[in-house]
């Protein structure tokens, strides 16, 4: 009987056993069978072949914000990109998925392959407020609309014949610089050459958008507008993250205020158009053409020529004052390139009393400062965003449909793979040993101003002015730093901005001419 039993308990504990047994076993085939249809139904969702672009982790609804909060934007993506040593980046920002290109082969995709693909602009809730009266150049969607305002733009604004039409009030506006610098000097105390600029170049955009003909009250409430609704467009506000939520976009005050301005705006802007409609027919401002223009074949609406306005202003100011800022800073932080640029403006201008147009051609030196510092500090560090139409591939990776594609153009600029060991240097001189280098959007290494369809079409009128204000800062004075020394923190605004004023002593060196006084 004991046998028996111990027969029986072994029996029945090698039953268990195999009980046991089967139960994993059947459990790990039902969760095979319960988990395979779930993989085949994911991979089904997502399309062959996609591979999205490397990124920090998300958090829910959120998705990669929180990683932005505190930072340079520019600067952040800059470091994504090396952390993954991914020419492409993605975040998902709230429900808004954005692809930064960080370097110069992706730069090229998305700028010369595929432009056709990525030439349209993104029209985000802001923009759409933005544009409600009308669309300029560099908001536009790509289409009909946008070839005939950049065509516009080009020939009758911005070409070669129409910036040499306006070169009388530059050179007053420049005459007008000197003389606030020369009379700020003699109280023996620093300059404030950030401010000195930014009215110099307000003055010259205004003189040339709008003429002198406007008053100053009208004047004022024209800048007011212009300037509130280029600070209200930059950056994202939650409706544009989020614009499936209407809870978002019923608590959202910017797109209200935006709204609100543009009503505002297009009042001050009319009142403007009409003082030109009664002033004779003498073309002195890119008003009196577009009002031409209009006349002539009637094809050019109210509110384009509105927007034409609001675009040339915004590209004009805050980007050639922060481009004028920074080379200065560059140069009192290295003084064998100031004394070179100084000592090639005086000789080229030696017995001359100021600083002519005709002259700036032949300062060479000066032209590898300015695309030194547009090299280091493109005034639009991420340029202007594109949307993605369409599911794309590039260099390998998906960019999905619908997303923000953006140019890390400040990143390709520092990028050491291409530029040496020396990316993160001011040195002038590298431009000279690749002289082919220049604005015009060939070589996707230098991108300051974009490149293909969507380039900037303000260079030629940009660059005249940036270069007239800076070869005369060298040409009547010597500059030393203040007490305080140099620093160069960023700040991020309309543009990639100095991080507070640039404060500079100025001593007389060539005389300012008493008309300019």
């Known amino acids: 009987t004991a046998v028996l039993r111990k027969l029986y308990l072994q029996a029945a504990m090698a039953q268990q056993d195999q009980d046991v047994i089967m139960y994993y076993r059947n459990g790990l085939l039902l969760a095979a069978a319960l988990l395979v249809p779930l993989l085949l139904l994911v991979r089904l969702r997502r399309p062959r072949g996609e591979n999205l672009p490397p990124g920090p982790w998300r958090l829910p609804v959120i998705g990669s914000l929180h990683h932005l909060v505190g930072r340079l934007p520019h600067r952040f993506m800059r470091d994504l990109a090396r952390r993954y040593d991914a020419p492409l980046i993605l975040l998902r920002l709230g429900e808004l998925d954005v692809v930064v290109a960080s370097s110069a082969d992706a730069a090229r995709e998305v700028l010369k392959t595929q432009d056709a693909v990525f030439a349209t602009r993104m029209q985000t809730p802001t923009i759409r407020a933005l544009t409600v009266d009308g669309a300029g150049i560099a908001l536009a969607p790509h289409g009909e609309h946008w070839r005939q305002a950049r065509k516009l733009g080009v020939t009758e604004l911005l070409g070669a014949r129409p910036v040499q039409s306006l070169r009388g009030s530059r050179e007053a506006g420049v ?279 969507r380039m900037c079409p303000g260079i030629a009128f940009g660059l005249v002015v940036v270069e007239l204000a800076l070869a005369s800062f060298l040409f009547h004075f010597d500059w030393e730093l203040p007490a305080g020394g140099l620093h160069m923190e960023e700040q991020l605004g309309v543009t990639a901005r100095r991080k507070g004023d640039l404060w500079l002593h100025a001593t007389v060196r060539v005389p300012v001419p008493a008309l300019a006084l």
């Open 175 to 453: 005459a007008a610089l000197v003389a606030s610098i020369a009379s700020a000097s003699a109280a023996s105390g620093p300059v404030n050459v950030s401010s000195l600029l930014s009215t110099y170049i307000i003055d010259v955009a205004v003189r040339a958008l709008v003429g002198d003909r406007i008053g100053g009250d009208l004047r004022g409430e024209f800048l007011e507008r212009l300037g509130e609704g280029v600070r209200l467009a930059t950056g994202f506000g939650l409706a544009d993250l989020f614009p499936s939520s209407r809870l978002v976009r019923a608590f959202s005050g910017s797109l209200g205020r935006l709204e609100a301005l543009g009503r505002e705006t297009s009042r001050v802007m009319d009142r403007i158009i009409d003082k030109h409609q009664h002033a004779g027919d003498e073309e002195k401002d890119f008003v009196d053409v577009m009002l031409r223009i209009q006349k002539n074949d009637g094809s050019l609406r109210a509110g384009t020529i509105r927007a034409m306005i609001t675009d040339l202003f915004g590209a004009a100011s805050d980007t050639s004052a922060t481009t004028l800022e920074w080379a200065m800073a560059e140069l009192m932080g290295s003084p064998a390139a100031l004394r070179r640029a100084q000592a090639e403006v005086r000789s080229a201008l030696a017995g001359e009393s100021r600083v002519r147009e005709e002259a700036l051609p032949d300062l060479h030196y000066l032209r590898l400062v300015l695309k030194e510092t547009l090299r280091l500090h493109p005034a639009a560090p991420l340029l202007l965003p594109r949307e993605c139409p369409e599911s794309r591939h590039v260099l390998g990776y998906t960019v999905p449909k619908g997303a923000m594609v953006l140019v890390n153009a400040w990143a390709i600029g520092r990028d050491a793979a291409t530029w040496g060991a020396d990316a993160e240097e001011f040195r002038p001189e590298r431009f000279e040993e690749e002289a082919a280098l220049d604005f015009k959007g060939t070589n996707f290494k230098f991108v300051p101003f974009g490149a293909g369809r």
